[in-house]
T-cell receptor, first 112, second 114 residues
Framework: KAGVTQTPRYLIKTRGQQVTLSCSPISGHRSVSWYQQTPGQGLQFLFEYFSETQRNKGNFPGRFSGRQFSNSRSEMNVSTLELGDSALYLC???????????FGAGTRLSVL | AQSVSQHNHHVILSEAASLELGCNYSYGGTVNLFWYVQYPGQHLQLLLKYFSGDPLVKGIKGFEAEFIKSKFSFNLRKPSVQWSDTAEYFCAVTRDNYGQNFVFGPGTRLSVLP
């Protein structure tokens, strides 16, 4: 089985721009979670989607949003980028039982 | 809100030394516990997990962890580390029957000197 695929791997944006990140889960997995990883804050949960519905949400401002498509692929959008949004964004998928998450390689976003 | 703490920010060991990384969580109910590892330049990988049953859990690459409910702890151990174990290790907790909303610890960076 192919693993969790995230695209693009690297992104460079400037302040004020918006960005969309993509995640393709493992085939058959319907749950997709997003995390932000930074050296200072570690891994922080952004949100989780299951069957196209947001099921859980972390403590991030409304500039961070996401969606999930009928094929379980998910996108994450960050609008009005700030310097502090520079991070590695990780996507994880899990099966319906949901107790084990499998992570993608991440998208490294640099905001200049 | 549940939280996860890891005792050490950075651990430096020589090859063949024994390893123990501490992890404590705050949630009082039934939990599922995980250790993930992130090797340099690679993505997070599951090392081992505990859902129920034997509190001593064996994972990949010779790692094991012990769940001590009374101490809210899930410490990771390895009797003899190798240079290739150099990585960042994350403890994570999720509540039973929810499966999502994982809470990760801040991570412990392990450096193994050859």
């Amino acid at each position: 089985k192919a693993g969790v695929t995230q695209t693009p791997r690297y992104l460079i944006k400037t302040r004020g721009q918006q960005v969309t990140l993509s995640c393709s889960p493992i085939s058959g997995h319907r749950s997709v979670s997003w995390y932000q990883q930074t050296p200072g804050q570690g891994l922080q949960f952004l949100f989780e989607y299951f069957s196209e519905t947001q099921r859980n949400k972390g403590n991030f401002p409304g500039r961070f949003s996401g969606r999930q498509f009928s094929n379980s692929r998910s996108e994450m959008n960050v609008s009005t980028l700030e310097l502090g949004d520079s991070a590695l964004y990780l996507c994880a998928s899990s099966s319906r039982g949901g107790n084990i998450q499998y992570f993608g390689a991440g998208t490294r976003l640099s905001v200049l | 809100a549940q939280s996860v703490s890891q005792h050490n920010h950075h651990v430096i060991l020589s090859e063949a030394a024994s390893l123990e990384l501490g992890c404590n969580y705050s949630y009082g109910g039934t939990v599922n516990l995980f250790w993930y590892v992130q090797y340099p330049g690679q993505h997070l990988q599951l090392l081992l997990k505990y859902f129920s049953g034997d509190p001593l859990v064996k994972g990949i690459k010779g790692f094991e962890a012990e769940f001590i409910k009374s101490k809210f702890s899930f410490n990771l151990r390895k009797p003899s580390v190798q240079w290739s174990d150099t990585a960042e290790y994350f403890c994570a907790v999720t509540r039973d029957n929810y499966g999502q909303n994982f809470v990760f610890g801040p991570g412990t960076r392990l450096s193994v000197l050859p």
